[in-house]
């Protein structure tokens, strides 16, 4: 059963950064293509990026420049660094891991980030 906690969400001005952590248990981390996903009030759950082991990456264009998604395969964790938000931004974020050859997903728990003056 794979696992995913996620940590670094909170409440930040406009122009501020947050970054989120996610680690996983899972017996084989590169098995796994690693993201993020977000859900604002009343809208559906959108990609935000995603990053396989072998580097490719897929990311929303509204968070291009500003996102940045790493992972680091040693210790099982995928990482958003967030820089430059905005109020639209708010969302609980959600991070997913899918397995690259069975496609099943697994979701973690959900971090609350309010971007709010």
């Known amino acids: 059963q794979v696992q995913l906690v996620e940590s670094g969400g909170g409440l930040v001005q406009p122009g501020g950064s947050l970054r989120l952590s996610c680690a996983a248990s899972v017996t084989i981390f590169p098995a796994y293509t690693m993201g993020w996903y977000r859900q604002a009030p009343g809208k559906e759950r959108e990609l935000v990026a995603t990053?396989?082991?072998?580097?490719?990456?897929n990311r929303r264009d509204s968070v291009k420049g500003r996102f940045t998604l790493s992972r680091d395969d040693t210790k099982n964790t995928v990482y958003l660094q967030m820089n430059s938000l905005k109020p639209e931004d708010t969302a609980v974020y959600y991070c997913?891991?899918?397995?690259?050859?069975?496609?099943?997903?697994?979701w973690g728990q959900g971090t609350q980030v309010t971007v709010s003056s």
């Open positions: 997913n891991a899918q397995h690259v050859v069975q496609r099943e997903n697994y």
């Open positions: 990053l396989s082991s072998g580097g490719i990456l």
